[in-house]
């Protein structure tokens, strides 16, 4: 009896040594990336020039953007959706907003992005990560007019797979 309970103990102990830790997904690792856009003096393109009091929307929930309400920035990085082939935002610039968070005044202009999702496999622990393929930029300025002058893509035909550099060049 004594030696089927060694026997029953070795054998689960050598199988809790065999057991690998549980495989965690790194921070490091890229996952589902967002829209890179840096903002460039129209007059100077070369030259990177402040939104200011930037204001975003999203179309598809009505909610403004975390980090940009009215705010100075010269580069935004904008989610998109993975489960449709386009997303929608409205870009307000120099925004008022009233006492209870009305935007008063500023002049909008509505951003579409059109792509192509493609699901990537990134590891038993990550899962999949989604890259956009073929992304296209339109810009409707509305009745006041746009502020955005020109959408410039990084390259033609462009794939978004990380957020290491600017994939849109918006002049203003």
């Given at each position: 009896?004594?030696?089927?309970?060694?026997?029953?103990?070795?054998?689960?102990?050598i199988s809790l040594l065999t057991c690998e830790r549980d495989d965690l997904c790194p921070e490091t690792t890229p996952t589902t990336p967002s829209l890179v856009i840096g903002f460039f003096n129209n007059a100077l393109p070369e030259n990177p020039k402040t939104v200011n009091d930037l204001y975003?929307?999203?179309?598809?929930?009505?909610?403004?953007?975390?980090?940009?309400?009215?705010?100075?920035?010269?580069?935004l990085i904008l989610p998109l959706r993975t489960d449709q082939n386009s997303t929608t935002f409205?870009?307000?610039?120099?925004?008022?907003?009233?006492?209870?968070?009305?935007?008063?005044?500023g002049n909008s202009d509505?951003?579409?992005?059109?792509?192509?999702?493609?699901?990537?496999?990134?590891?038993?622990?990550?899962?999949?990560?989604?890259?956009?393929?073929?992304?296209?930029?339109?810009?409707?300025?509305?009745?006041?007019?746009?502020?955005?002058?020109?959408?410039?893509?990084?390259?033609?035909?462009?794939t978004i797979e990380d957020e290491t550099t600017t994939h849109y060049y918006f002049n203003h």
């Open positions: 009896m004594k030696k089927i309970k060694l026997i029953l103990l070795t054998l689960c102990c975003v929307i999203g179309l598809d929930n009505d909610n403004v953007l975390p980090g940009y309400s009215v705010v100075d920035v010269d580069e409205t870009l307000i610039s120099d925004t008022v907003l009233d006492t209870d968070g009305i935007v008063t005044s509505t951003v579409t992005i059109t792509y192509e999702t493609e699901d990537v496999y990134v590891s038993r622990a990550c899962g999949y990560k989604t890259i956009f393929n073929n992304v296209i930029v339109a810009i409707d300025g509305g009745t006041d007019g746009n502020w955005i002058i020109l959408a410039q893509p990084e390259n033609d035909n462009l």
